[in-house]
């Protein structure tokens, strides 16, 4: 096989032409607003709300302070059950609100919470449920309000994975009390690093504003102590370039996966995840998972030699969030709790996927898979 010339990365920040951004650095740079909910911030919410079919959004610095601002903004304290399989951030955010997290094990099916195993996990000090759309597959949503519901728990979807995605004809941003996105450069809609909070009613957006800007209410009025976390004019205005470009980005990130799911088919050991139901996909992250008897080969062996043919691919998510230092010694983080989480994090690969990606690197990639023992 030959080696690729130059390196193949999990992922590439998708751009607008230069050209076509300059005109909106002009306008910043003729009306002197770079900042504090100026034009270009106030058009991008009112045209995110509408492309995502949401009634509210508030723009931010990025996700992990959307994350950790929509804890405060509902108050939520004591413990929250949430899930290892995800990015860091998402437990790091009950870690700045000094709450305690309750690690829940994953469905073996898409890598989501399992809401079956929810309720044992409750305790009197429970406040609410922080579950990921991994991969931008949809949680078990109506199990999950079921059952906080019940208990009387909030329920904050970390819908990082998630943008544009749409389940049972709705923006899956509106399930939930609350939902954050993340507009990072290596997500499918990039503000180089932004994020966002979607909520339900009016007042519960002006409460998530004040708290992004030091709680300010008023000119001389504090309403708690806020943080700074409002997403600048420049951020704004590259998110409205990127906007009309995300249906052409989606359209090639869907032939990619397609191509990826004919040419993987039949790999013994090699599984996919299924097609989600009633789920419009945004294709942000393509994940395979190795059995290593099956496939007579390890994960990590695997992903050693597509690293020796120039092909970086992720482990998301290994290790599980439980693994870290500073989450290992509770209760929840014991392995023997989070047994369908272990296996996925030990068997998955996430494979090269971005729009500019061509058809000729994923017969490369595919065929390093099929060859590789
Ligand atoms: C990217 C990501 C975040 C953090 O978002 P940032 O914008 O990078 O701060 C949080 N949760 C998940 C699941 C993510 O993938």
Known sequence: MKKLNNPIYVTQP???????????????????ILTNNGPFHQQLEKELAEFLGVPFISLFANGTLALVTALQALRITGEVITTPY????????LWWNNIKPLFVDIEPEFGNIDPE??????????????????????????????????????????????????????????????SILSFHATKVFNTMEGGAIVCHDEATKKRIDYLKNFGFAGETSVMA???????????????????????????????????????????QGITMLPLPESTDSNHSYF????????????????????????IFARRYFYPLISEFP?????????TANLPVAEKLANQVI???????LSIGHIANISDIINNAK
């Open 326 to 334: 500073m989450y290992k010694g509770l209760d929840s983080a014991n």
């Open 225 to 267: 102590p806020g943080i700074n976390s409002k997403m600048n004019e420049m951020q704004a205005a590259l998110g409205l370039v990127q906007l009309k470009h995300y249906q052409e980005n989606i359209t090639k990130r869907k032939a990619i996966v397609d191509s990826y799911r004919e040419k993987l088919a039949n790999i």
């Open 117 to 178: 195993k929810i309720e044992a996990a409750i305790t009197p000090k429970t406040t609410a449920i922080l579950p990921v759309h991994v991969y931008g597959n949809p949680c078990k949503i109506e199990r999950i309000q079921e059952i906080a519901d019940i208990y009387g728990l909030k329920v904050i979807y970390d819908a990082a994975h998630c943008f544009g995605v749409n389940y049972k004809n709705q923006g899956i941003c509106n399930f939930g009390d609350l």
């Open 350 to 356: 996430c494979l090269p996927l971005y729009p500019q």
């Open 86 to 93: 995800s990015f860091v951030a998402t437990t790091h955010s």
């Open 287 to 310: 994940p395979i998972f190795v059995d290593e008897i099956a496939y007579g080969m390890g994960r990590d062996q695997l992903y050693e030699k597509l690293k020796q043919n120039n």
């Open 14 to 32: 998708s751009l607008p032409e230069l050209e076509e951004f300059i005109p909106y650095l002009q306008q910043i740079w003729n009306n002197k």
